[in-house]
Each structure stands twice: as structure tokens, then as C-alpha cells.
């Protein structure tokens, strides 16, 4: 804690807050103690700390304090921005809590709960990025008050469609604040994470001449690795942590049933088993959170949707069950566990072993202080434009967008040239219609998406794939390109099954009782989370392996090459050994097989290079998330933008230095890859 910080004066500037928020605790945290002076003085801020850290209260008590006046008045004035519903609802009962005794009016807006009284606004609104957007369409006004906008957990936002998302969102925010005050100041800002690889860039991207605070520390890992034979070694696991309660993750929500009913016939012990995944009913979540919570023993099998700080009471470790993607997410599931500790326990269970050594290149990487050979590059994704001009023609009184309206809400990057060439690709799409000169409405494709309430999301199934869903309980399935008609009988994920219902945009599916023959076998689609550039770098450093070094491990007629690129950068590369007239097959994110063996790799060609991305922009788009909406653009800019993404330039970099080496003592790890 910086020692010039007066903290008895510091707690005399929060004299409503600091009864509110730190008198339990008597003290300050570290970034307490520095974030709150800045965002007291009314400064924008990118509040980065550990886990656990007291973050949540370092922003809101000194805005809190600083707005305290008008938060005591019927209109909004604080909006606080969360990733998920369930984090939503959860800081929602918290700061419910913190302010009990006082005047001020706390609200969420979500899918999952009824929408508040709109002529008695809250003062301070917790809720997501597109229930902001529906909030700006269908009450606007509510916006003019508004003072202070909070993003939490901003880190996973960031350079993703739903960040570019609140991107657009905060400019549209400002132009309804200002509309009949220009000289209004802006809304103060604020970001918190627990980290971010490029802090200015992030405080670039969402604030305004933001003040950067980061408290290094936290707590220490203490990691057990141990393969997964099969599921007696969970259970003999979870055995020895009889006295405890476990939070178990899975990367699939069927592993998550799969797992939980094993639990429930085979725990030696006395245990209530929960299972929490993002498909149950929001009800059914938060009684497994709350019954969870009170338990004095239990296990909760969940997927990803309990990584962040949803309150579930004391966890005493955690069980990842296959080893997640992303350090981010390592970082995130393991941290749940021991918050009261100086400790992360953390069972590591993997499944094979490309997953073993995902689990050693994560742990290693949570645990490295150096930087990184490579940091993915930041590009705004423009299909969320057209999510926005979808979202601007429902907010417009009158119900069009026009160019000008567009042009505000997109970063310079994105050239006046751009917006003209998608509104003319939606126009030839049918999305959008001229209106009055210089205008577009709705048209019949963009009709039927603002009946179904489906333009306020950057994230989920392309506007034009069909859901599959239940017949009876109208839960979606998969998603679907194939047309299949009512009656016919399908076979869709190993069940046989009737089309019993459809309608323009989904078809009902329900079991057939006795067996009968397939008309069509379902082709559903499926998003593969690709393994990023960082993790298999350290897989290959946790080996001994040196930066820009490929093994190669000669075979009868070609050779394994371990590229250690991970999933994109290594589908690029057999594409491009294809190209020049290698047989190439990719393996995995470690390694892809080539015929015959190379000594090297072939020269960089920059035109070749370029016509290989351009050919597989299709598949690169869906590994880089390029947005719900993307099929929706223009070839030219839509290639253009998987090609920014994909940064060829830096791929170029690390092509030039990388040698082909011989697989030599780590011939036996690099075999388990293959």
C-alpha cells in the first residue's frame, strides 16, 4: 500500500460510504486505498487486483459518495455493466444489502427478471451490455441523468464481439446525454479486472484519460495434476475431501449431467451433489446457488457459468475435470476456491494427454512473470454494425437509420466507405429498405428478427440457422442449416427423433417411441473453442522447448511436425504447406502430420500467405469469433476483417524466425501429442 496515502484522511471523504462498505472490516485494501482517491476527484478509471481483492468497493464507494445528491432522486445515475445474469443478480443482492438503510434504489435488468417501473427509475442499475442496448431502444430517456457507467470484469469483453459491443453502446450513451446540452461532460467511466495483458490499450478502447491502477499480489497455487483414469479417480478425490465443499468443472454441460449422476451413486460419503449449467431455468440456477451456499458439504458440478464472483458461500478447492482453454479461464475457475486463504487449491484431472499438457502450459503460464512472445491483436469486429443498425432503427422515432448515425457510434478504424458497403449488402439481403431520402427502415428479414426480439445480442447463432429445440419445452437444442419438414423423422445426436412442429425459424423435436427409419440424418452446428498461441507456447517451454523451435519426429513415409501454434495459427499453417504442394493434415494444436518430411519451412510468400487466409477466412472467422452477424457483411469488408484479426503480419514475424529442429530428447513427450 503506497505509505502517502493518508488513510484516516481518506476515510473522512467517505462519509456516507465507509460505514456502508469498510466499517465491518475497519480498514482499507490496497486498491481501496488507490483507486478511491482519483475516482473520488471525478477521474475514469482501470481498476485491475487480485481476486477477492475489495475491487467492487473501491469503484462503487467513491462514486457512491460523489453522486450520493442526485442517487437519492427518482432517476438512474450510476449503470453498472456485468458479463453475465447470474453476476447481474448477484452483486445486485449485495449492494441491496449494503444499502438497506438507505434511500438509494437499486435495480437489475435481465432476460431473467421483470423489467422495473420505468416512471420510478432506480438510481443505480446493474445489468448487461444487451440489456443496455434493449434499453436504449425502448426507454432512451432514462439515460439523460445518468452520470457514472461501470464495466466489471472488463477482461472479458475485451476484444471480443460483445467488448466492440459496449464499444458502440457508450457513444449512443453520450449522444442521448448531450442531446439537448451540449456542454454536458461526459459520464465518468470505469473498468475493473483482475488483469489485463494491455492495460492502456483497454483504457483506451473504454475510457477517457483513465487513471490505471494495478495492485500485484494474490494468493499461490497449490496444483495436483493427476490423469483421469476413469471416474473412480474423481470420486476416490472427492472422498478425501469428505469434510469439504468442492466446485467440480466441466467443459460441456452433457459432462456436467454425466458427472453429477455418477456422484450421486458412487460418493462413499454423505454429499449434496448440485450440477449448474447456463440451459437450466434462471430459477433453477439461483436455488442451486443459494442451496450451495448453506450447505455444509457438497459438490457442484457446473460448466464455465460459476467462474466468475457469483456469491456460493465458501469453497474449499476446486476439481477441473479436462483442462480448460484458456489461462484466463484457469485463472478464473481455480481462484473460486479458498478466498479466505492465502491459497488456491486446485485438483487438475485431465482426460488425455494433449490434455496433460494443456494443464502443465496453463500452470505454467499462471505462474510465469515473463512476457509473452506474442499478444493477440486488438480489432474492432464490424459485423457488430450490423447488430447496431438493426438496434438504431428500433430506437429511432422514426423507426430508420441514416449513415450519420452509424458513423458516430464506429471507431476511425471502420471508414465511412465500409458502413456505405453493409447498408447496401443488408439493403440486396433484404434486412434493411430505403426510406426517406438518406434513410433505411426495416425490411421483411430485419422484421422478422425485431419480432422474435433478436437484435440486441452480438453473440449466439447466425440470424439466418434454424433452432432445433424441444417440442414440448421449447429449449434450443443446436442450430441448424439443414430445412427438414414437419413429420419427418430425424436422427439428431444418436436419438431418433420426430419433427413434430415447425415455423419460419425453429422446428420441435420430439422422441420417437418405437424404432422407425431416418429421413434425414441432422447436421447441427457446433462452436469449437480454439487453444490460443499462449498456452501451447508454454507447453512447448514447460518441455524445454525454445521459442520459434519446431520438433519434427520423422514417420515411415513423412513426419509429426509440433508446431506449437495452437488451433488457428496451426490450421493457417496446413493450409499453406498444402498449398505448396505438401500432403498436410492437421492433428491437434500442437501438431499437424506432413508427407514427405521438410527440413524447413518453405519460404515466406506474401502473396501466397494472403490467398491462404483469404480462402479459409471462413473457418478463421468462426475460430475468432468475428461476431453473430458476420455473414451478414460484405465480402470485402468482412474478409478484410477476419484477415486484421487473424494479424498475418505478426504471424510472418514468428514464421521467419521459427526453425524446423529434430524431435531429439523430446521424442518421447512429443509422441503422447500424436
Not at 444499502?99 to 427509475?121: C, I, N, S, W, Y
Not at 464499444?167 to 489485463?196: G, H, M, N, W
Not at 469439504?244 to 449434496?272: G, Y
Request: charged share 20%.
Amino acid at each position: 500500500m503506497d505509505a502517502t496515502i493518508d488513510l484516516q484522511a481518506l476515510r473522512r471523504q467517505l462519509p456516507r460510504t465507509w460505514r456502508l462498505f469498510f466499517a465491518r472490516h475497519g480498514r482499507f485494501t490496497a486498491v481501496q486505498a488507490q483507486a478511491i482517491p482519483p475516482l473520488l476527484a471525478g477521474r475514469d478509471g482501470l481498476i485491475m487486483a487480485a481476486t477477492a481483492s475489495g475491487k467492487t468497493e473501491a469503484v462503487l464507494a467513491p462514486l457512491l459518495e460523489r453522486y450520493w445528491t442526485r442517487l437519492l432522486q427518482p432517476q438512474l445515475t450510476l449503470l453498472y455493466i456485468c458479463p453475465t445474469r447470474a453476476l447481474v443478480r448477484d452483486l445486485f443482492v449485495r449492494l441491496q444489502d449494503a444499502l438497506a438503510d438507505t434511500e438509494v434504489v437499486v435495480a437489475m435488468k435481465t432476460g431473467d427478471v421483470r423489467p422495473f417501473d420505468q416512471t420510478r427509475p432506480p438510481a443505480i442499475l446493474i445489468t448487461t451490455p444487451e440489456s443496455t442496448d434493449s434499453l436504449l431502444t425502448r426507454a432512451p430517456k432514462l439515460l439523460i441523468t445518468l452520470q457514472a457507467v461501470i464495466i466489471d470484469e472488463v477482461h472479458l469483453f475485451d476484444n471480443t464481439p460483445r467488448g466492440d459491443h459496449l464499444r458502440c453502446l457508450l457513444p449512443r450513451i453520450e449522444r442521448i446525454r448531450t442531446y439537448k446540452d451540449e456542454t454536458a461532460a461526459p459520464c465518468q467511466r470505469v473498468a475493473i479486472s483482475a488483469t489485463v495483458p494491455d492495460p492502456a490499450g483497454v483504457a483506451s478502447r473504454y475510457l477517457h484519460d483513465a487513471a490505471i491502477i494495478y495492485v500485484a499480489g494474490g494468493r499461490t497455487i497449490a496444483a495436483e495434476i493427476t490423469p483421469l483414469v476413469d471416474m473412480a479417480a474423481l470420486v476416490l478425490a472427492l472422498a478425501q475431501r469428505a469434510a469439504q465443499k468442492s466446485l467440480v468443472f466441466c467443459n460441456t454441460r452433457d459432462e456436467v449431467e454425466q458427472t453429477a449422476a455418477f456422484l450421486r451413486q458412487s460418493l462413499p460419503h454423505h454429499a449434496e451433489i448440485f450440477v449448474h449449467y447456463g440451459n437450466l431455468d434462471s430459477q433453477m440456477r439461483l436455488d442451486v446457488e443459494t442451496r450451495f451456499a448453506a450447505a455444509a458439504v457438497a459438490v457442484c458440478v457446473c460448466t464455465s457459468t460459476l467462474e466468475l464472483g457469483i456469491d456460493i458461500g465458501s469453497v474449499d478447492d476446486i476439481v477441473l475435470l479436462g483442462a480448460p482453454h484458456t489461462v484466463e479461464s484457469f485463472l478464473q475457475r481455480i481462484g473460486r476456491g479458498g478466498r479466505r486463504t492465502d491459497q488456491m487449491r486446485v485438483l487438475c484431472l485431465p482426460k488425455t494427454p494433449n490434455e496433460m499438457a494443456r494443464f502443465n502450459g496453463l500452470l505454467a503460464l499462471a505462474e510465469s512473470a515473463a512476457p509473452p512472445i506474442y499478444t493477440p491483436r486488438y480489432t474492432f469486429r464490424p459485423s457488430v454494425l450490423v447488430q447496431q443498425i438493426f438496434s438504431l432503427c428500433k430506437q429511432n422515432p422514426t423507426g430508420g437509420v441514416r449513415l450519420g448515425d452509424v458513423r458516430r457510434v464506429a471507431p476511425d478504424s471502420v471508414t465511412s466507405e465500409d458502413i456505405r458497403a453493409i447498408m447496401s449488402n443488408l439493403t440486396l439481403l433484404r434486412y434493411v429498405q430505403p426510406g426517406r431520402i438518406g434513410e433505411w427502415k426495416p425490411d421483411e428479414q430485419l422484421d422478422e428478427l425485431l419480432d422474435r426480439h433478436e437484435i440486441y445480442s452480438n453473440i449466439g447463432a447466425d440470424p439466418a440457422a434454424t433452432a432445433v429445440v424441444d417440442a414440448y419445452s421449447k429449449r434450443i437444442l443446436a442450430y441448424t442449416d439443414q430445412y427438414v419438414e414437419k413429420g419427418q423423422v430425424v436422427l439428431f445426436g444418436g436419438k431418433v427423433m420426430r419433427v413434430v412442429w415447425r415455423d419460419y425459424h425453429q422446428f420441435g423435436l420430439a422422441a420417437v417411441p418405437r424404432s422407425t427409419g431416418v429421413d434425414v440424418v441432422l447436421r447441427y452446428r457446433k462452436s469449437y473453442a480454439p487453444i490460443p498461441f499462449d498456452v501451447t507456447q508454454s507447453v512447448a517451454r514447460a518441455w524445454g522447448i525454445k521459442p520459434y523451435q519446431m520438433p519434427l519426429l520423422p514417420t515411415e513415409n513423412g513426419a509429426w511436425l509440433f508446431h506449437f501454434w495452437g488451433t488457428i495459427w496451426g490450421e493457417w499453417l496446413t493450409a499453406a504447406l498444402f498449398e505448396q504442394g505438401f500432403f498436410a493434415e492437421a492433428k491437434n494444436e500442437y501438431a499437424l502430420y506432413v508427407r514427405p518430411a521438410i527440413a524447413a519451412l518453405p519460404a515466406w510468400d506474401e502473396g501466397l500467405a494472403a490467398g491462404v487466409t483469404a480462402r479459409l477466412a471462413k473457418t478463421l472467422g468462426e475460430r475468432l469469433q468475428m461476431g453473430r452477424f458476420a455473414t451478414l457483411l460484405p465480402a470485402t469488408v468482412g474478409v478484410t476483417a477476419v484477415i486484421d484479426q487473424f494479424d498475418q503480419a505478426q504471424l510472418a514475424h514468428i514464421y521467419a524466425k521459427t526453425k524446423v529442429v529434430a524431435a531429439g530428447t523430446h521424442t518421447e513427450k512429443l509422441t503422447q501429442l500424436t
